[in-house]
C-alpha cells in the first residue's frame, strides 16, 4: 500500500479526535509523521519547510474534522427475534426475507428519528411488510427490559 503525505498526515491527525482541544496536539503529530515520512524517503538533506508542512498539517485536522461532523453512526439494529418479542411467532417473523428486514430497518429509521418510540414505530412498520403475506399482526406486547 503507498501512501502519500497527506494520507500519513490524515492518519496522524485521526488518531486524536476531533475534540477543539486536540487540534495542537494532533497538528504536531501530522508534522511529526510527515517529518518521518519525507525522511524514511531517503531525500538526502532535502530541508524540510516548517511553515508548509505546518499548514499542511491544519488543513489535515480541518478536512478531519469536516469529515466527523457528517459521520453517521448506527443509533440501533433490529432483528426478528424483536417481532417475535412484540408479538409475531417464529414461523412469521422468519416468513420476512433479508430484503424485508433491511426495509423494516430503513423505515423504522425514518420513523424512529420522528416517534421515538421504538417497539410501537417496530410494529407499525413491520406490520406494513407483513400487509404484503396478508397478514397483520397484533403488536400490542411491549417487551419488559
Known sequence: MVLDIADVMHQAVTAHGPSPGNEEIAV???MHAAERYITGLGLGNA????DELRSAAIGAWNLYCEQALEEPFQVTSVCRKDLVLIGATKAQALLLSDKDM???????GDDYVIDGD???TLGIVSNRRFEEYDLQIDFSDTPHE
Open 47 to 50: 530541508s524540510i519547510n516548517m
Open 102 to 108: 433491511r426495509t423494516i430497518a430503513r423505515r423504522m
Open 118 to 120: 421504538f417497539w410501537t
Open 28 to 30: 504536531q503529530a501530522a
